[in-house]
């Protein structure tokens, strides 16, 4: 399961660059990577674990600005096309996540 995190936050003031950058530092200390400019996505294990993850981000919102949360399947990430120009770019494979019982 991946977690992809899309924002759109003000940055006219200053004070308005420290929170987004804040908003950013704490995605990233997460688990997070940046995808493109303003999207950030992390693979996790299971549902429950994007759960976690995901309130993770909530707690952190800022008061202005537009975030989006979405939870994407394994398999539609793989189904993913990347372009870089006219190439095709192959999307990253997912974490493999050892398990001890």
């Known amino acids: 399961m991946w977690v992809l995190v899309f924002f759109d936050l003000p940055t006219e003031t200053a004070k308005e ?3 987004y950058a804040l908003f950013r530092k704490n995605i990233l200390k997460d688990g997070f990577n940046m995808f493109q400019f303003s999207i950030y996505m992390r693979h996790c294990a299971s549902r429950e ?3 976690v993850h995901i309130k993770r981000v909530k707690k952190i919102l ?3 600005g537009h975030v989006g949360i979405m939870c994407i399947t394994d398999k539609q990430f793989g ?10 770019v192959s999307a990253n494979a997912p974490i493999q996540q050892l398990e001890m019982f």
């Open 17 to 19: 660059r420290k929170i």
């Open 49 to 51: 674990n994007a759960e």
């Open 62 to 64: 800022p008061e202005k």
């Open 79 to 88: 189904m993913m096309e990347i372009f870089h120009g006219h190439k095709t």
